[in-house]
């Protein structure tokens, strides 16, 4: 297996010994490699971490996105050995279970119809849904594309993790050209259909792939500005951005340049017209909650 920076591995620990509150617990984990230029090394990792009785303190210190790091890839896991719709109902009663934990143990009394999420966990049920939505657990998803899900997840980084299932989507039809720092990156806008209008244009990505959403009614202006053509229906399915001279293209450029830089890929672009079959994902709710 080739390992890089942008590897993860997941672990699952257990323990018999009876963790004392206030002490610490080290963890050690090595890793036995060989470099490109046939070189043998060792990397040793250590970690100590806090022990507690108080189920409030681990709920207050969860970090989200290694967490649905651990459940994007247990998912994963299952997937060659459990039908789908298994697959889909043990991802959903380990999130209920969470919160279920958390409303019993940690919160004060409340309405029994009052939704309670831990602070730091409040977006896990989003994620959760937006999991069960994604490629590898859909069962209208082709077999090829859940191979190519499964053994992209099984490797994927944590911080890749979320934006896989829940991607970023941008407004591009109203950058501003004047904003002078090529790092910079417009307000994400969330995944649903009240937050498209028919005459943006919209770029929606997941560290993988870059959609480009066009709605019915763009100003041809824009088209010919940003992609040299004046009609959605003139537009290719596949191609190449291009750096046109004038500010907006140029600032667009620098978007998706920043982007590709963050997610270390060079992002497959399609373009997609409101209508489409690669539309309709965008035209309804992404992931709701």
């Not at 009394?109 to 730091?120: C, D, K, M, R, T």
């Not at 050209?177 to 790092?183: F, L, M, N």
């Not at 951005?241 to 590709?260: A, C, T, W, Y």
Request: charged share 20%.
């Amino acid at each position: 297996m080739q390992i890089d920076c942008d590897k993860c591995i997941l672990v699952t620990l257990k323990h018999d010994d009876k963790l004392q509150d206030g002490f610490e617990c080290a963890f050690q984990c090595a890793l036995l490699y060989t470099t490109v230029y046939g070189q043998r090394r060792i990397r040793v990792t250590n970690l100590s971490l806090p022990c507690t009785n108080m189920l409030s303190n681990l709920f207050r210190s969860a970090d989200l996105d290694t967490q649905f790091a651990c459940l994007l890839k247990r998912a994963a896991i299952e997937i060659p050995t459990s039908p789908l719709v298994q697959v889909r109902e043990q991802v959903t009663n380990l999130c209920i279970n969470i919160l279920f934990s958390y409303r019993k143990f940690c919160a004060t009394v409340s309405s029994s119809g009052q939704l309670i999420l831990p602070e730091a966990l409040k977006l896990l049920p989003l994620y959760t849904l937006a999991l069960i939505k994604s490629t590898g657990l859909r069962n209208d998803g082709r077999i090829d594309e859940r191979s190519f899900w499964f053994n992209y997840v099984s490797s994927l980084s944590t911080p890749l993790a979320v934006p896989l299932v829940y991607p970023r989507m941008f407004a591009i039809h109203n950058l501003n050209p004047k904003e002078g720092d090529e790092s910079f990156l417009p307000p994400t806008i969330p995944l649903s259909s009240e937050h498209v209008s028919d005459d943006g244009i919209y770029l929606l990505e997941n560290g993988e792939d870059a959609l480009i959403y066009f709605g019915s009614s763009v100003d041809s202006n824009i088209l010919q500005q940003l992609f040299g053509f004046t009609s959605v229906e003139e537009g290719p399915t596949q191609f190449v951005i291009q750096q046109f001279d004038n500010p907006l293209s140029k600032k667009f450029n620098d978007v998706v340049n920043v982007v590709r830089r963050q997610r270390c890929s060079y992002l497959r672009m399609e373009l997609c017209k409101k209508g489409e079959p690669s539309g309709q994902s965008i035209e309804l709710p992404y992931a709701t909650a």
